[in-house]
């Protein structure tokens, strides 16, 4: 009886046990699925630099190495006693060491390393003294990579590029930035400044979003606004020479508006020459943008004040019945629901209490992928990463956003080794995730899918440039074109069944596939994307010529728009008219024509543009932006929720938390190694064209006071560094007599230049281009620039380098040097150098369409 009694007491103590025990695993089960934190702080440490007396470039530390030779967003002078302070801020940070690298741009070599382990200590600073032992030559520039680590063996990387000046007058230049700059917040002194302003009559004055050097002083010191200054970062230094300097200043001010206390940030950018007499203003421009304030909300119209701004554009993604909305503002993403009159802080880097340096620096974006039909959001947040988990690193993270929990969770996480700035160049128009948990990435011109449920990271296409690929976000399909990457098989005629010479077509939901395909002897071109429907042309391989650079001209005798499927909605084609590209705007094709002219050396002439009109599907959007314009703010925009939704009262305001990840997200891709070549044009510190075409890339340059800057980190062309007279001496001439033709004469002279002696009877147009061939045969890098202007071009003779122009379509020159009023010339065709007056030079070679060939080093 005792045992039995044994036994029933250890059962039920084995029953009571299993069920208390079974309930706590449980609840510890559901509470590690759903435990969740706001993100953390910014805790990394800021750096800005101390030279001639001066503190100058903030600089924002990086996590993990960037590709340095690309990163060009300040310049840091140095005189020729070769000394520099760092001052480290550290904030939540120990700093430990300190490490530098002066690295040379032309070849990405380290010339000189060093380190610090004694820090001074002044005010909040901790501060570094470095003097560099290598000579460095003097108005070149290096890179200066700077490594900072701390008491928990963590390093973080700056970095800037340096320069070498003699007598750079950095502590005038930059007093006369701050007189300017604080004589535009006290109109009863600021008479000093109107003499730098190049005021025009006439011009529409209504908006504070941008002024520059050509409006008027009343707009220049912000008319009524009265602004006050909240925040000011040091100075920027974009650009430096002896004389010249380019510096942009970033701050933050506050203004009492009618609907209460407005922040803007405001950035000023400044291109001046100083000399002992005086300083002479080039340029001053000046963007100031509101941040976005939920409470500053216009309840009389139901309208999200958006302010004053540059970009009122808003991408508003709805769900189906339009219950919720989801817009990007300043970097956060923000969801309102209609019928709770809630607004949610989705996502934001900005912290509570901000030190208005780190959370709100400016290089990352968001981007919202799709919302479902109960309001969750799946979003993309790439760049640099402020604060959390990835602080202080270059990435882009897809999240999805939980309304009901009110929760976002991280699903991949891409890590990139470069800047925001180039990473938003390099990243296409696909970014989606389906319905199927697959997600579509177009980056380095490589076309990815990603399985969140697999975790399997598939390459569906590769070469395919962002030109030659469409997104149709409303109709879920992309449409893309690959390209070749060998330059000998450029000019093979393509089969039918060739993969790049079909039009590939996929359903992003579904993952079905088609392709537009020809017959063979024939080639396709991708065009773009209208309502909708795809936009392509026909190209007859006997159509095709080659200029005798070996560019090819691909006539298109006919273009076709069509659906998804392929079904023909419009057809365009006229007896003797080929077309060589196409645009659309709003409901137009705009077609760029040719006509057949076997007088010519190509075998075509430019005729008049032709259009398609295109039936666009008309669109109920109700929510709209709007403007109005008073008296003291001037032009202002809203975000109008349309007549039907009427806001009582100011939205109740949320912000999301994050969920605990603990499983890796992390998806790599990279760049291929046959990646193309690109050309980067800065101003300011900032990337205003990336291309393939340093022509283009040059032209935005001159426009906007800039540099160009190709794929090795090389600044190849600068406005305002050309001389104003130079000669080679040492081109030896070669002519049409020795058997050759013009252009391979001309090459011929370039390459024995660069000290190197090749047959270039072997060069043949119709097997690779000019540049191909030369790039075989030199160390150099040789660049072709098609559409520049003659002063544009001789920069190059400038830096002392041939370059080779077309005369017409089949002959070409060298040029080898200029002044004022004349170019000298090398022409294959006559013996003995020629001077051509500015204006012969001029518009011969616009003529030729302004093809110039040349080299960069």
């Given at each position: 009886m005792k045992l039995i009694y044994r036994i029933l007491?250890?059962?039920a103590i084995f029953l009571g046990s299993l069920t208390y025990f079974g309930m706590n695993m449980e609840e510890q089960i559901f509470r590690l699925e759903t435990k969740t934190m706001e993100m953390e702080n910014a805790t990394l440490p800021y750096v800005t630099l101390f030279t001639e007396g001066q503190e100058i470039n903030l600089l924002h530390g990086y996590c993990s190495g960037l590709d340095v030779l690309t990163v060009r967003e300040s310049i840091t002078p140095i005189s020729s006693s070769q000394d520099l302070a760092v001052l480290i801020t550290e904030k939540e940070s120990l700093v430990k060491k300190l490490k530098y690298e002066v690295i040379a741009v032309e070849d990405g070599n380290t010339l000189e390393e060093g380190s610090c382990l004694v820090f001074d200590k002044e005010q909040d600073y901790k501060v570094a003294r470095i003097k560099f032992k290598e000579t460095l030559n003097k108005d070149t520039e290096y890179v200066l990579r700077i490594t900072l680590i701390t008491d928990q063996s963590k390093r973080i990387y700056y970095y800037t590029r340096i320069k070498v000046l003699d007598n750079f007058y950095l502590k005038e230049k930059l007093s006369f930035v701050s007189?300017?700059?604080?004589?535009?917040?006290?109109?009863?002194?600021?008479?000093?400044?109107?003499?730098?302003l190049e005021t025009k009559r006439g011009i529409e004055e209504n908006s504070f979003a941008k002024v520059n050097i050509n409006s008027s002083l009343d707009m220049v010191t912000y008319g009524d606004l009265n602004p006050k200054l909240v925040h000011m970062q040091v100075p920027t230094i974009t650009e430096i020479a002896k004389d010249t300097a380019s510096v942009m200043l970033k701050f933050i001010v506050s203004v009492k508006t009618g609907s209460g206390l407005e922040y803007f940030t405001v950035e000023e950018n400044y291109r001046f020459q100083y000399t002992s007499n005086r300083t002479y203003l080039y340029n001053y421009d000046r963007e100031m943008e509101a941040i976005f304030d939920v409470d500053r909300t216009s309840l009389a119209k139901s309208e999200f004040k958006l302010g004053i701004t540059n970009h009122p554009e808003v991408e508003v993604v709805s769900n189906k019945d339009k219950s919720t909305i989801a817009f990007v503002r300043g970097r956060e993403l923000w969801s309102y629901s209609l019928a709770e009159n809630t607004m949610v802080k989705v996502f934001s880097f900005y912290q509570n209490q901000t030190d208005f340096v780190r959370d709100t620096f400016d290089q990352h974006d968001i981007k919202i992928l799709r919302m479902d039909d109960a309001g969750n959001i799946d979003f993309l947040?790439?760049?640099?990463?402020?604060?959390?988990?990835?602080?202080?690193?270059?990435?882009?993270?897809?999240?999805?956003?939980?309304?009901?929990?009110?929760?976002?969770?991280?699903?991949?996480?891409?890590?990139?080794?470069?800047?925001?700035?180039?990473?938003?160049?390099?990243?296409?128009?696909?970014?989606?995730?389906?319905?199927?948990?697959?997600?579509?990435?177009?980056?380095?011109?490589?076309?990815?899918?990603?399985?969140?449920?697999?975790?399997?990271?598939?390459t569906i296409a590769s070469n395919v440039p962002k030109k030659n690929l469409y997104f149709s976000f409303t109709n879920k399909f992309i449409v893309y074109k690959e390209e070749k990457n060998s330059l000998e098989e450029k000019y093979s005629m393509e089969d039918k069944n060739s993969e790049v010479n079909k039009i590939h077509i996929l359903d992003l939901e579904s993952g079905a596939t088609n392709a537009i395909a020809v017959e063979n002897g024939q080639k396709l071109k991708l065009l773009g994307l209208i309502d909708n429907n795809i936009i392509y042309g026909k190209i007859n391989n006997s159509d095709i010529t080659v200029h005798e650079d070996g560019t090819v001209l691909e006539p298109m005798y006919e273009v076709l728009i069509v659906d998804s499927l392929g079904?023909?909605?419009?057809?365009?084609?006229?007896?003797?008219?080929?077309?060589?590209?196409?645009?659309?705007?709003?409901?137009?094709?705009?077609?760029?024509?040719?006509?057949?002219d076997n007088s010519v050396g190509v075998g075509y002439r430019s005729s008049e543009p032709d259009y398609i009109l295109n039936q666009l599907t008309t669109t109920n959007n109700t929510i709209t932006v709007t403007k109005r314009v008073t008296d003291s703010m001037l032009k202002e925009y809203y975000l109008s929720l349309g007549s039907s939704d009427v806001m009582e009262k100011l939205p109740e305001t949320k912000k999301t938390v994050n969920t605990i990840i603990t499983e890796d997200t992390t998806v790599r891709v990279s760049r291929p190694e046959d990646y193309r070549s690109y050309y980067i044009a800065y101003s300011y510190g900032k990337i205003i064209e990336f291309t393939s075409d340093a022509g283009k890339a040059i032209q935005v340059a001159n426009e906007q006071v800039g540099i160009v800057m190709n794929h090795l980190g090389q600044v190849i062309w600068q406005r305002g560094a050309k001389p104003s007279k130079t000669q080679i001496t040492n081109v030896s001439q070669i002519t049409k007599e020795s058997g050759l033709t013009s252009l391979q004469a001309c090459m011929k002279m370039l390459l024995q230049y660069k000290n190197v002696d090749v047959n270039t009877a072997n060069y043949n147009k119709n097997e690779q281009t000019a540049i191909a061939f030369l790039k075989a045969q030199m160390k150099a890098t040789p660049v072709e620039l098609r559409g520049i202007t003659l002063d544009e071009a001789l920069y190059f003779v400038g830096k002392q380098r041939p370059v080779i122009a077309f005369k017409n379509l089949e002959e070409a020159v060298v040029i080898t040097g200029y002044d004022n009023t004349s170019v000298t010339v090398l022409d294959p065709s006559t013996r003995g150098e020629k001077r051509w007056t500015y204006k012969q030079a001029e518009e011969t070679f616009e003529s030729a369409n302004s093809v110039f060939i040349t080299y960069v080093e």
């Open positions: 007491i250890l059962l007189e300017f700059h604080n004589a535009t917040f006290d109109k009863d002194n600021a008479d000093n400044i109107g003499k730098y947040v790439y760049g640099y990463m402020n604060r959390g988990e990835y602080e202080g690193r270059v990435s882009l993270i897809l999240y999805s956003y939980d309304k009901t929990l009110g929760r976002i969770e991280e699903q991949i996480y891409i890590p990139i080794n470069t800047t925001y700035n180039i990473l938003k160049e390099e990243i296409g128009s696909l970014c989606y995730r389906n319905d199927f948990d697959v997600f579509y990435l177009h980056i380095f011109d490589t076309i990815y899918s990603y399985n969140l449920t697999t975790k399997t990271l598939k079904n023909v909605k419009k057809q365009y084609t006229k007896e003797g008219y080929y077309v060589i590209d196409a645009s659309a705007h709003d409901n137009v094709v705009e077609l760029t024509r040719v006509e057949k």
